[in-house]
């Protein structure tokens, strides 16, 4: 006895599984067991076991009905006269026709047999009609008994993990590379296999076996193998609960996390606000010399993540969104929710971003239709300015290029008298 006391409590342990279920599983396992060897058609068997004295009571479990006619097996000629006399009821009829309930003797006892076994039974009430246990079980009935048992126990294991990350859905939790198999990966989060599809994984993102990661739970389903965990890297969701679990002032409420926008292994934006004029939501993201957001970058396989302040003002926050380009000015339509965001010509590729990225992912986060545009004129005075000075240097110029040219006619006017002094002196002296 102490021995299947001792059974019962280790799989308790391994499995995780509440007392009561095992026993519930012994009870189903016995009842199989007796309706094997010893149980008749028209019996509902039900088993109560004590754990205590290791010892089962048999019942005969009935549901006291009213009075009815009793459900006959019909042969199949008996089916085709029927079908057959039922084709030739007219519609009126088969609407007036009242459906008579049958009686099942399996799982039902009228009340007229009732009173005999119990004086104040009633209609609803449940009467239990004990059966003398036997003094063994031959082998079939044992090794179906045995059958009953494992499944029971897989059942009851299977519902308790299904429940369990049920409750998990939604949320980030840590898990083991366990291995690949084809484009799927598999993670061991413990008391289950999460698969993480090839479409939930981070693009480049490398999977090897026995890393430890973070994973969102997208869903959880129950299959006929076992509970399904579907696992998530490139959700939104993931993004936040990240920043809630690495940043404690979003997780306490301090700075509170607007919305976020993502291309899952590229490049994402997060929209933070904070009520208190001495906190810096952006500061308190990126941390000390970027820990931080380092650690955050770091869970996320290295993907960029840019922390954008948010703003009531639309004109504001899509300026912030698109950092870290510079808007010359923003236009927006606020009944269409569309924007014209006006830039440099130099800050225009940025604004941009590559392939577009820097753009829509400021649409996204915004939640605003924005087109980028190149300022026409960005600074009407400065060109002015600039026109002005230009046209000084070419008249400078041109001052320069008159004088020097004087200057030459000069020189050389002055070299040919020189030259004619010097002939009139050499006469004189040959003289």
Known sequence: MKDIA???????????????????TIESALAAAYRKDFGQKSQNIKVEFNDDILKSKIFDVKTVVEDMPEEIEETEEEKDKKDKKNDKETEDEAEVEEEVRKFNSKTEIEIKDAVLLKKTAKVGDEIKIKLDPPDSYGRMAAQTAKQVIIQKLREAEREMIFNEFKDKEGEVIGGVIQRREGRVVLVDLGKSIGVLPNDEQLPGETYTPGERIKVYVKEVA????????????????????VFFMEIPEIANGLIELKTVAREAGARSKVA?????????PIGSCVGQRGARIQTIITELGGEKVDIIEYDEDPKTFISNALSPAKITNVEVDEDNKKAKVYVSEDQLSLAIGKGGQNARLAAKLTSWNVDILQSEEENPSASSEQADEKNKEEEKEVKETKEDKEDKDDNEEDEKKAKKSKKEKTKKEKK
């Open 222 to 241: 129950l299959k006929p193998r076992g509970p399904e965990i579907v696992l998530s890297r490139t959700s939104e969701e993931i993004l936040k609960k």
């Open 6 to 24: 001792s059974a019962i409590r280790q799989i308790c342990e391994e499995k995780a599984l509440e007392y009561d279920a095992v026993i519930e």
């Open 272 to 280: 933070v606000w904070t009520e208190s004029e001495n906190v810096d």
